[in-house]
């Protein structure tokens, strides 16, 4: 049974550019969330997604944006990057507001 | 707003020896904790939970008390092991379920 799978697992961009990060959520699960993990710190909550709604929201600025799709797979998207957003994108699933979450491998994102 | 703080690493140890890692959290009602743990270039692992005051969560012979008077949940190992050498994170969880704030981590070094 697969869990959370998260692509790509690194990439590099420029300052300004955007970026796409996508989200497989574990099989029964239908909830999604996204948190930062800046280096050497705890994860941060950026959003969640259920029933392809943000449900929730962190302290995050509107450069982050997110979408989840009817098999419940998930994007995020950041645009106008800034160097301080390198860091390790960690998507997790669950089922409804349960509080077993499962968290995928996470995306490492690199900002030059 | 929710925190969490826990105690700063990193923490070495020899094998064998008792673990304990701190953990005291601020919340608004009557939050759910964890422990994760992250080895090297993976994602979150749950270790253990606890959902309510006085509840014990253990797994794996490490545990944790919801100490709902000092606002704590100390991680306790008996006896390390080389294995046991990550990052740990205390969390709480909110009562929508809807997203967890994250401790800073420590880092866990035990060496043979």
């Known amino acids: 049974d697969a869990g959370v799978t998260q692509s790509p697992t690194h990439l590099i961009k420029t300052r300004g550019q955007q970026v796409t990060l996508r989200c497989s959520p574990k099989?029964?699960?239908?909830?999604v969330s996204w948190y930062q993990q800046a280096l050497g710190q705890g994860p941060q909550f950026i959003f969640q997604?259920?029933?392809?709604?943000?449900?929730q929201r962190g302290n995050f600025p509107d450069r982050f944006s997110g979408h989840q799709f009817p098999n419940y797979s998930s994007e995020l998207n950041v645009n106008a990057l800034l160097l301080g957003d390198s860091a390790l994108y960690l998507c997790?699933?669950?089922?409804?507001?349960?509080?077993?979450?499962?968290f995928g491998s996470g995306t490492r994102l690199t900002v030059v | 707003g929710d925190s969490v703080t826990q105690m700063e690493g990193p923490v070495t140890l020899s094998e064998e020896a008792f673990l304990t890692i701190n953990c005291t959290y601020t919340?608004?009602?009557?939050?759910?904790l964890f422990w994760y743990v992250q080895y090297p270039g993976e994602g979150l692992q749950l270790l253990l939970k606890?959902?309510?005051?006085?509840d014990k969560g253990s797994n794996k012979g490490f545990e944790a008390t919801y100490r709902k008077e000092t606002t704590s949940f100390h991680l306790e190992k008996g006896s390390v092991q080389v294995s046991d050498s990550a990052v740990y994170f205390c969390?709480?969880?909110?009562?929508?379920?809807?997203?967890?704030?994250f401790g800073g981590g420590t880092r866990l070094m035990v060496k043979p």
């Open positions: 919340a608004t009602g009557y939050p759910s």
């Open positions: 606890a959902t309510k005051a006085d």
């Open positions: 997790a699933s669950s089922l409804g507001t349960g509080d077993l979450v499962t």
């Open positions: 997604y259920y029933e392809e709604e943000e449900r």
């Open positions: 099989s029964g699960h239908d909830t």
């Open positions: 969390a709480l969880g909110d009562n929508a379920g809807n997203m967890l704030t």
